[in-house]
């Protein structure tokens, strides 16, 4: 069974950083090595939003909000995926998710972490 574990939030000042990582079991290597990773968020009563994105390929895109602050990665040895988090802001404040996926032929594969809370507040 495809697990993954989100951790590394917690309670930070405006304009301090973090690093979040999803580690994920159940999943071959190789079958990790060709999926693609996202982490989301979702803020008390808003929706769950797309923050950035990790191919295969290890390109990364990131949306407007956080372009230029946090930064994603991930390590295909360790079947992980990271999240830095720089000059947090009190709008960050939400629980952040790791999410993966794949396609096999027209079978979306896709699987979600229970997330990790990060506050930031002074």
């Known amino acids: 069974q495809v697990q993954l574990v989100e951790s590394g939030g917690g309670l930070v000042q405006p304009g301090g950083s973090l690093r979040l990582s999803c580690a994920v079991s159940?999943?071959?290597?190789?079958?990790?090595?060709?999926?693609?990773a996202d982490w989301y968020r979702q803020a008390p009563g808003k929706d769950r939003v797309l923050l950035a994105t990790?191919?295969?390929?290890?390109?990364?895109n990131y949306t407007d909000s956080v372009k230029g602050r946090f930064t994603v990665s991930r390590d295909n040895l360790q079947n992980s995926v990271a999240l830095r988090l720089t000059r947090l802001m009190p709008e960050d404040t939400a629980v952040y998710y790791c999410?993966?996926?794949?396609?096999?032929?027209?079978?979306?594969?896709?699987?979600w972490g229970k997330g990790t809370q990060v506050i930031v507040s002074s």
């Open positions: 999410h993966l996926r794949r396609v096999v032929g027209t079978t979306p594969y896709a699987y």
């Open positions: 159940g999943m071959h290597g190789k079958v990790f090595a060709v999926s693609d």
């Open positions: 990790i191919t295969h390929a290890h390109t990364a």
